[in-house]
């Protein structure tokens, strides 16, 4: 009997193609364990830029748009528990900006959110720099055992 996976999708009124979701959750799984940390459950809510603009403003007084918002929900350091919601408008439109594949920028995304939960921060540039290393280094393990044309749309 296959485990149940600690990792959950929810779509929020957006058309998403997410191919290969059950490896997708398995590999964010590994994530934590390569980072030596231990998930007790994670929720990923795929949304629009209006739905995350009024997250942002309700929870953190923030007035702008933005591609990701993590909430840490962890009890304690040992598990960690978390929501992470994604505009969908914003991957798309960075994706175009950046000149990169919708799938790759979904992908950085959705590790960027796990990384942020394993205590990695973007504040300054030693921060980013750091995070952006991460980001390529999963993005790089995931794509070479899912290729990229499985999981696009």
Do not use: W
């Amino acid at each position: 009997m296959a485990s149940k996976s600690k990792v959950c999708f929810f779509f929020d009124n957006v058309k998403v193609s997410l191919k290969k979701r059950s490896e997708l959750k398995r590999f964010i799984e590994i994530i934590f364990k390569m980072e030596k940390k231990k998930l007790a459950g994670l929720n990923y809510i795929f949304c629009s830029d209006k739905r995350l603009l009024e997250i942002n403003r309700q929870f953190l007084a923030h007035d702008y748009y933005t591609d990701i918002v993590t909430f840490d929900f962890s009890e304690n350091r040992k598990e960690i528990a978390g929501e992470i919601y994604i505009s969908i408008d914003r991957v798309k439109s960075n994706a175009r900006q950046f000149k990169v594949p919708v799938v790759s920028e979904l992908h950085r995304v959705i590790f960027h959110g796990a990384l942020h939960l394993c205590g990695y921060k973007d504040k300054n540039q030693a921060e980013k720099l750091k995070m952006t290393g991460k980001e390529n280094l999963y993005l790089t393990k995931y794509f070479s055992v899912v290729p990229r044309d499985t999981v696009s749309g």
